[in-house]
């Protein structure tokens, strides 16, 4: 019987480098900048590390295929390094590679990283890429928002909510991920932006307009992982441990059957139902201290609340309007400023996230650190939300 | 065994610009346009071409028969998308007519289509569907951009239940060359009408619908309707004076809300006057270019029974009015506008992708799991419900079931060639769902819940190669 990694392993160093258009630096130096940053917070050398995950989703604007670029960025030699590609959650995929390594015995020490370079395509928003030659012949040449806002009228349809009504909820996720965003300075995006901003900002898709979708950046992070006992005798007294990384992939139900209304997604629900049991969570509103959830656009992060299990089914509207997950909410969400701020470099956003909540979980937040910080998820969402994967993680202090 | 006209159908493409748009957006450099500026006429949508408007028009006339009866295909076009690469090929796949139908690709003339049809009525052995479609293109600021339209017309040729019977016709085939478009050439070129007319309409056409009318052993007063159609859509008249031929039988030419379908255009307009006819009419239908063909038909009883579920009246009173010149102009390649970096996507197609899918992608055919009954698409190694394998699932066609939208969005941001590109969940009355492209959307009346039919679409126009690729799109049912 699976006994899950609930406190097998220890996360002893991470890094995040700035994010945002960074025209000054190439992938292999975002790789470094997160890199460096998670060696020193490790106090380890870098022959140290046993082996290597790391995540890059768009190679052709990457540094290419396969590990071999990142052990060549990194100067990895001669160990084990493996490339991972999930989408959004390649990050936290990268992440549970590593961390497997180190609870089977494996190795000692194992680095999780991911980079991307957006914005060197010469246009805003993600790569068009190819979905595979028989998908290409009848799958619509839909955007990114395209898919995530076809959540907005499945909702709606579901919870008779009003078109306005919605647009004012998914509005103020916004709103409140730059007001947390100001106090980050990694993110992309630090400035508040005004309620009327955001509802009057032109349509990307309907009823997505631009503040409604997450920035578009070059980022990287980085974690080192190793076993509890490993980090004690690397001299470790307050470190953070992981409870439960859980993923959940589409296999074409929603997509392919009547089984799914539209309003939410399964994915996330089957990912958090792991992880919960994983980490031994039995009331996520009360035991979470704080939580990174994929805002890529506001209408994801609104159903997220109820996939998460946090807010009520069709109550995720009410809850945001009344600040559940504002700064001073029961749950406290993007408190970095999320991928709103932060952008989305795709390999990236699983371990920025990892990031705040192991920064909260220190108390070294600066100017937005919470008090009485001992558990956050991390959620990311891959895909779209019919054709998708979903990790949800789980950190808290040993 | 003699062959009649059992079935019909016709397609004209829903979206309509006002002649006074395109005389306004000229008139710096061609006011004269302004005294074509009448009506409206049709156009194709950037992902309509003579082959989605072909298996648009076979639909219509093939209604709830049995397509296996379909024993040969042939289509008349002299504006196929491909020089070599058979449209009736692509068509007869996309109606499932089934693997052992003979296809025939026609043209080279505007009078292909009546010849089409002549030829059909007087020779064929077995059952066979002839459609014309076309989708002409004319030189911005041309006479021809203000006359031209674009549609088809499709006939089931059989021997029950005739609805329309041959009783005469004739040819005639000379070298007048009223005008001519070289192998690759965009635009046709053109010589004086007023030549035309004198020496082709009222010389050549008189005298093939007299030697018709002889043939058929038929008065010029016995006809009840007179089809004759040309560009600007006004010989009918002087013809059918010099014939003997009542004026009042002379048949719409569709010019208000469609516009001349070069030789789809009789077919079309005897699409319309079958949709009309009574028993006992006689119908004339010519086809004019390098000569004449003429048909004559006798309408039977069986002409009401037989009439099909869309009329082509009803076709025609569905089209929205374009507002912009330049999107007729753009879905034309007479303007190509800065589509952004995001419409540099390669769109390469794996032709032996396309070929093993076929049967699903072209003929919209799901599966349905012999063991726990789900309808799905894509076909996949197992079922996406049960997990039995794929030998379980037997073919369903989506075609011609209907749909509701599930979830659905207008995207911006994606490139489209008419954006923004709406785009969806379809849910299907038998249970099968899938995204899909909706396409001839009315946004103030498109909502979760909303009725949709199937169309047979470009998917995707790689303009690097030069190949069309076809899909199946949703539209709302008005």
Redesign the interface.
């Known amino acids: 019987m699976a006994t899950g990694i609930k406190d097998k392993v220890a996360i002893i160093g991470m890094g995040c480098s700035r994010f945002g258009e960074r025209w000054d630096i190439g992938t292999d130096g975002l790789l470094a900048e997160a890199f460096d940053e998670a060696l020193a917070d490790a106090g380890i050398e870098r022959s140290q590390i046993d082996a290597a995950w790391t995540g890059s989703c768009f190679d052709r604007i990457n540094v290419g295929n396969s590990a071999i670029p990142a052990a060549t960025a990194l100067r990895l030699d001669g160990i084990p390094v493996s490339r991972l590609e999930n989408m959004c959650a390649t990050g936290t995929e990268a992440l549970r590679g590593a961390a497997y390594a180190v609870a089977s015995g494996a190795v000692d020490i194992a680095l999780a990283v991911g980079a991307e370079k957006l914005k060197d ?3 805003g ?1 993600l790569p ?1 890429q ?1 979905k595979g ?2 998908n ?8 990114a ?2 898919g995530f ?6 909702y ?2 579901r919870h008779k909510i009003a078109k306005d009504d919605l647009k004012r909820a998914i509005g103020h996720v916004s709103w409140k991920s730059h007001q947390n965003g100001v106090q980050s300075p990694k993110a992309h995006l630090r400035k508040a932006v005004s309620m009327d901003a955001i509802l009057g900002a032109p ?4 009823p ?1 307009g631009l503040f409604d979708c997450c920035g578009v950046s070059d980022g990287a992070a980085a974690a080192i992982v190793t076993t509890p006992d490993i980090a004690r005798g690397l001299g470790k007294r307050d470190f953070v441990t992981i409870k439960a990384i859980q993923l959940s992939v589409s ?3 929603e ?4 089984r799914w ?2 309003s939410y997604v399964p994915n996330t629900r089957n990912a958090a139902t792991r992880a919960y049991k994983e980490a031994g969570i039995t009331d996520p509103r009360s035991q979470l201290s704080l939580i990174e959830v994929h805002d890529c656009f506001s209408i994801t992060e609104l159903v997220t609340m109820e996939d998460l299990f946090l807010s009520d089914e069709g109550r995720a509207v009410t809850d945001i309007l009344d600040g559940v997950y504002d700064r001073d909410g029961r749950v406290p969400c993007q408190i970095d400023g999320g991928l709103k701020c932060f952008g989305h470099p795709i390999a990236a956003s699983g371990l920025r996230m990892a990031y705040e909540i192991y920064t909260q979980l220190l108390q070294r937040a600066g100017g937005r650190q919470l008090k009485d910080v001992t558990l956050g998820l991390t959620h990311n969402l891959g895909g779209v939300p ?2 998708g994967v979903a990790a949800v993680s789980v950190l808290g202090l040993h | 065994m003699a062959l009649g006209i059992t079935a019909w159908g016709a397609y004209i493409p829903s979206q309509r610009l006002d002649r006074g748009a395109i005389a306004a957006t000229h008139a710096w450099m061609a006011p004269a346009l302004k005294g074509l500026a009448r009506g409206r006429r049709a156009f194709c949508c950037w992902d309509e071409d003579v082959v989605t408007m072909a298996v648009e028009a076979a639909r219509t006339c093939l209604g709830q028969r049995d397509r296996a009866e379909v024993r040969e295909i042939q289509l008349v076009s002299t504006t196929a998308p491909f020089a070599d690469l058979q449209s009736s090929a692509i068509v007869a796949v996309a109606l499932r007519l089934g693997g052992t139908v003979r296809a025939l690709d026609l043209g080279g003339s505007q009078r292909a289509g009546v010849a089409a049809l002549a030829v059909g009525l007087e020779r064929a052995a077995h059952p066979t569907l002839i459609i014309g479609s076309e989708r002409p293109r004319a030189r911005p600021a041309s006479v021809q951009e203000m006359q031209y339209g674009a549609g088809a017309a499709a006939f089931l040729l059989g021997s029950d239940n005739i609805a329309a019977e041959i009783i005469g016709s004739s040819a005639a085939t000379t070298l007048l060359v009223d005008h001519f478009r070289a192998d690759g050439a965009a635009y046709d070129y053109f010589w004086e009408e007023r030549w035309l007319r004198d020496e082709g309409y009222l010389k050549i056409g008189v005298a093939a619908v007299r030697a018709a009318l002889a043939d058929a052993k038929i008065s010029a007063s016995a006809v009840t309707k007179f089809i004759f159609p040309s560009p600007a859509g006004n010989v009918a008249d002087a013809i059918a004076r010099a014939s003997g031929i009542n004026a009042a039988s002379i048949a719409d030419p569709l010019a208000a809300d469609g516009g001349f379908a070069g030789a789809a255009q009789s077919l079309l307009m005897l699409a319309n006057t079958l949709d009309q006819a009574s028993p006992g009419d006689v119908i004339v239908v010519a086809g004019f270019g390098q000569g004449c063909d003429v048909v004559v038909l006798r309408a039977t009883d069986a002409v009401t029974a037989a009439r099909p579920a869309q009329s082509l009246a009803k076709t025609l009173a569905s089209g929205v009015t374009v507002q912009s010149y330049a999107q007729m102009a753009s879905f034309y390649d007479e303007l190509s506008p800065d589509w952004g970096m995001r419409s540099e996507r390669d769109t390469k197609t794996a032709l032996t992708e396309q070929y093993r899918s076929s049967d699903q992608i072209n003929g919209f055919v799901a599966g349905k799991c012999a063991s726990c009954g789900q309808v799905q698409f894509p076909q996949l190694a197992y079922c996406v419900n049960c997990h039995a394998p794929a030998s379980s699932l037997a073919p369903v066609c989506l075609a011609e079931e209907t749909a509701r939208v599930l979830t659905f969005t207008a995207d911006a941001l994606t490139f489209h060639p008419s954006p923004p590109l709406y785009v969806g969940f379809a849910q299907f009355d038998v249970g099968a769902r899938l995204l899909m492209e909706f396409v001839d959307v009315r946004p103030d009346t498109f909502e979760v819940g909303t009725r949709l039919s199937m169309r047979f679409r470009i998917k995707e126009r790689d303009q690097t190669r030069g190949y069309y690729r076809y899909f199946w799109k949703a539209a709302p049912i008005n």
């Open positions: 395509t010469g246009y928003g068009v190819t030659t028989f290409d012949l009848w799958l619509p040449m839909a955007s928002p395209a806002a076809q959540l907005a009228a499945g709606r349809a349509m990307i898709a309907d997505l296999s074409g139900r997509s392919t059957t009547d209304d539209g019919y054709l």
